[in-house]
């Protein structure tokens, strides 16, 4: 079975730009998560979808910033216009049915943001 | 707020010993704490889970704890291996949110 995945695993762009990640989950997993680890700092939540519905977005650092997760499968993640500090590491974990964020999370590879 | 302490340095340990990493938390107790792994150039990888109300979790060679008057919980890892080696993370949940710490490189020498 595969795991989640992520595209691109790597991306530079230049501040103003905008950039989109997607996330592919595994199969059948109702849950998606984001998360983003800026250098030096630990891994922070970001959002939450169950199928195509956002559960919770608390964590969504400003309006530049959209989710979307069209048709309940894959995710993906915009930043518009882009900024310095976006630079990080954004993660995609995917849990099977049940919601709770305890739940055992399967993270994929990360894509590596770097804003010039 | 919640704040999560992992030792900042990295931790050598000699194959075959038991590496023990320390978790400390200042707030409020979770209501679970999980344990990662996580690989250079990979993603974390889930692999124990222990509640407010378990004090030991057991699972092949590693063990957890959980110390709710302490706000500590520890990891081990006995007859330490070589592919032992990595960044462990632990994870607070409490009401639906998660709180990483930054995690402890964990080098066992052979």
């Known amino acids: 079975e595969a795991g989640v995945t992520q595209f691109p695993s790597h991306s530079v762009i230049e501040k103003g730009q905008t950039v989109t990640l997607r996330c592919d989950p595994i199969?059948?997993?109702?849950?998606l998560y984001w998360y983003r680890r800026v250098m030096g700092k630990e891994i922070k939540f970001l959002l939450h979808f169950v199928k195509e519905s956002k559960q919770d977005e608390s964590g969504m650092p400003n309006n530049r910033f959209l989710a979307e997760r069209t048709g309940g499968t894959y995710s993906t993640l915009k930043v518009q216009p882009a900024e310095l500090e976006d630079s990080g590491v954004y993660f995609c974990?995917?849990?099977?049915?049940?919601?709770?964020?305890?739940?055992?999370?399967?993270f994929g590879p990360g894509t590596r943001l770097l804003v010039l | 707020s919640q704040k999560i302490e992992q030792n900042s340095e990295a931790l050598n340990i000699q194959e075959g010993k038991t590496a023990t990493l320390t978790c400390n938390y200042t707030?409020?107790?979770?209501?679970?704490l999980q344990w990662y792994r996580q690989d250079p150039g990979r993603g974390p990888v889930f692999l124990l889970l222990i509640r407010e109300n378990e004090k030991e979790k057991r699972k092949e060679r590693l063990k957890v704890t959980f110390d709710t008057t302490l706000k500590q919980s520890l990891f081990h890892i006995t007859a330490s291996q070589p592919a032992d080696s990595a960044t462990y993370l632990c994870a607070l949940v409490r009401d639906d949110k998660i709180i990483f710490g930054k995690g402890t490189r964990l080098h066992i020498l052979p």
């Open positions: 707030n409020y107790s979770p209501a679970y």
């Open positions: 199969s059948g997993h109702d849950n």
């Open positions: 974990a995917s849990s099977q049915a049940g919601g709770r964020i305890q739940e055992t999370q399967y």
